[in-house]
């Protein structure tokens, strides 16, 4: 597939650390994502690929090092987080939706007070982000009557609805049923077609290959190998990722 | 021979009505109070000011851990050694707000915190603020998990403002104690006492029971 050309970069981890307590769990990070950049990240289940993406939008604080996301200062704590949180679009695992509202309202929450959109002109915002991850028949449906599937693509138009300059995504697909996987990846592999800034943590090898322009290896808290998707799998260069290429790869 | 005393209780019972209007009142307006005071205590232990939370939080915990007719008595007595005289109405008033907002602020504390904290990522990650969070993710999940305890804890603060009776507030319970020094049918005298109680709290206990039901169903389409 055609790849958006690579431009200023969008993010920046300049020799970032970050402990919890004792535990050094990002060590000397150094990183840039280019605006329209598709980066997919893996690594082992513990390895601090979730704590890499949480501090872009100050999920988790830092400690030590500079960490800028388009132009703001995230290491420093005097940035105001609201304006940058709302230029970033955020996917959990768990979906994260809000259980209470439908489909439409949960999308259009922030647009309207964050952003301060009227109702009207907010639902169609809502009604536009909806019917771009294929759920336009689902706006007054309430997640619990949702498919796993379903509920991820309202958790991704939430964040489109902010119309965000970068979306991130922690193991968008971990938790769904395996034939609810590709319906997700193909709104994400639509997004990165039209040139979004996008981190993905995932261990689907398929939508690194095919989408991202450069895949990282995260491993005890150090991003050890970074190459573009043809490089990455077919010379990995340390026996790591080698071993946890196997591994995943078999399954 | 009963039927003498019922005769009695009879002619009592104005008395009784406005016993219970004074127990309306007192439990009332404390139970007001007592709710919004709480959810403001529950909201700042549950935030990250650990100053605030602290305080909070011994505070409640004294007041939990001691009795309320001491509580009733360090106030309407001891106070005034201070300098600060109160009649026995407003004595039992504050007495028993600050005993609701402290059981209320606990029944807080444990509705907001069985909001999964994924729900506040969501929320923070979108850059809503600490209020909005709050007023529209947090408390809308929370107030299910709040209410049934929240009406069932009313139905005990009623019960408990029968001790200020002990101050001399004029209440359901103290007008049985003053009818029954006329009307020596001490049964007779505290069964109508505890019906007054009852026929106040018996619908809250089914409310509070038919909350318990409609909370726990899922969010659907109509429901709260
Ligand atoms: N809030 C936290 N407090 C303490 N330790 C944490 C916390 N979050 C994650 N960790 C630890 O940090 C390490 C990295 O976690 P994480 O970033 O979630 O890894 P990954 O996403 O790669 O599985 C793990 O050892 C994890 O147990
Ligand atoms: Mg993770």
């Known amino acids: ?251 | 021979m009963w039927g003498f005393y019922i005769e009695q209780l009879m002619h009592s019972l104005p008395f009784f009505l406005k016993g219970l209007w004074m127990t309306i009142a007192v439990s009332g307006i404390s139970l007001v109070v007592g709710t919004l005071l709480g959810f403001l205590w529950g909201i700042i232990r549950s935030s990250q000011n650990r100053t605030l939370k602290a305080l909070v939080g011994a505070w409640v915990d004294i007041i939990r851990g001691t009795p309320f007719l001491v509580q009733v008595f360090i106030i309407f007595f001891i106070l005034p050694e201070f300098g600060i005289q109160l009649e026995a109405f407003p004595a039992a008033v504050i007495a028993l707000t600050n005993l609701a907002a402290c059981f209320i602020c606990e029944i807080v504390v444990a509705g907001i915190q069985a909001v999964p904290w994924g729900q506040r990522e969501a929320a923070i990650s979108t850059g809503l603020n600490w209020y909005q969070q709050l007023r529209n993710v947090i408390m809308p999940q929370a107030m299910r998990v709040i209410l049934p305890p929240l009406v069932g804890q009313y139905v005990l603060l009623i019960k408990d403002s029968s001790v200020v009776s002990a101050i001399g507030v004029v209440d359901v319970t103290r007008v049985g104690w003053l009818t029954v020094q006329r009307v020596p049918q001490g049964l007779l005298v505290f069964g109508l006492v505890a019906l007054l109680y009852f026929i106040i709290c018996y619908p809250l206990i089914q409310l509070s029971n038919s909350l318990e039901k409609r909370m726990s169903s899922g969010y659907t389409r109509g429901k709260v």
């Open chain 1, 1 to 251: 597939m055609e790849r958006y050309s690579v431009q200023r970069a969008m993010i920046e981890f300049k020799n970032v650390h970050k402990w919890f307590g004792d535990l050094h769990v990002l060590k000397d990070i150094n990183l840039e994502v280019a605006q329209a950049e598709v980066m997919v990240v893996c690594g082992p289940s513990g390895s601090g690929k979730s704590t890499l993406i949480r501090s872009i939008n100050r999920l988790e604080p830092i400690q030590k090092g500079e960490l800028v996301v388009d132009a703001m200062k995230v290491h420093d704590p005097k940035t105001n987080m609201t304006k940058l949180r709302a230029e970033i679009g955020f996917v959990f695992q768990q979906f994260n939706l809000y259980p209470h509202m439908t489909a439409l309202q949960n999308v259009t929450l922030a647009p309207m007070k964050v952003r301060k959109i009227a109702r009207k002109e907010a639902d169609d915002m809502g009604r536009y982000s909806l019917e771009k991850v294929g759920l336009g028949d689902k706006l007054h449906q309430y997640p619990a009557q949702l498919s796993g599937g379903q509920q991820q693509r309202v958790a991704i138009a939430r964040g489109l609805c902010m119309r965000p300059k970068i979306m991130l995504f922690d193991e968008p697909t971990s938790a769904l049923d395996p034939e609810m996987i590709n319906e997700v990846l193909e709104v994400m592999r639509n997004l990165a077609r039209e040139g979004m800034t996008m981190i993905v943590v995932t261990h689907e090898m398929g939508f690194a290959r095919e989408v991202s322009h450069r895949v990282a290896f995260m491993d005890f808290g150090e991003l050890t190998e970074i190459a573009p998707p043809g490089e990455f799998f077919s010379h990995p260069k340390s026996e790591r990722t080698k071993l946890f290429l196997s591994k995943i790869l078999t399954h």
